[in-house]
């Protein structure tokens, strides 16, 4: 299973982004999925995370700013992220699995290369 982020770029504080994330070859509604980053020289955070059925969950440094949602349709993991702030640069990655344990405990096997998000003051 390979995932494919896109959508990073360079923005202004206080800018939005939305970020992309398509797996090359499983259907998504099957797979709980979340999104992570990493900042330079601090440890990976999940920022986002969705389940199979919809539930969504967010580091509290995000809330209220960064939306995560699934298209089935489209098969496409997004993350909107709004009013964004310089210490929200890093690179962001997808994550997915399917296990039943893995995702109650939101642990991911799948992972994407990841896509820069570098935000300016």
């Known amino acids: 299973v390979q995932l494919l982020e896109s959508g990073g770029g360079s923005v202004q504080a206080g800018g939005s982004l939305r970020l992309s994330c398509a797996p090359s070859?499983?259907?998504?509604?099957?797979?709980?999925m979340a999104w992570f980053r990493r900042a330079p020289g601090k440890v990976r955070e999940r920022v986002a995370a969705?389940?199979?059925?919809?539930?969504?969950n967010y580091a509290d440094s995000v809330k209220g700013r960064f939306t995560i949602s699934r298209d089935n349709a489209e098969n496409t993991l997004y993350l909107q992220i709004n009013s964004l702030k310089p210490e929200d640069s890093g690179l962001y990655y997808c994550a997915a699995d399917y296990g039943f344990w893995s995702c109650r405990r939101r642990q991911y096997t799948y992972w994407g290369q990841g896509t820069q998000v570098t935000v300016s003051s």
């Open positions: 969705i389940d199979q059925d919809g539930t969504t």
């Open positions: 070859q499983y259907t998504i509604s099957r797979y709980c």
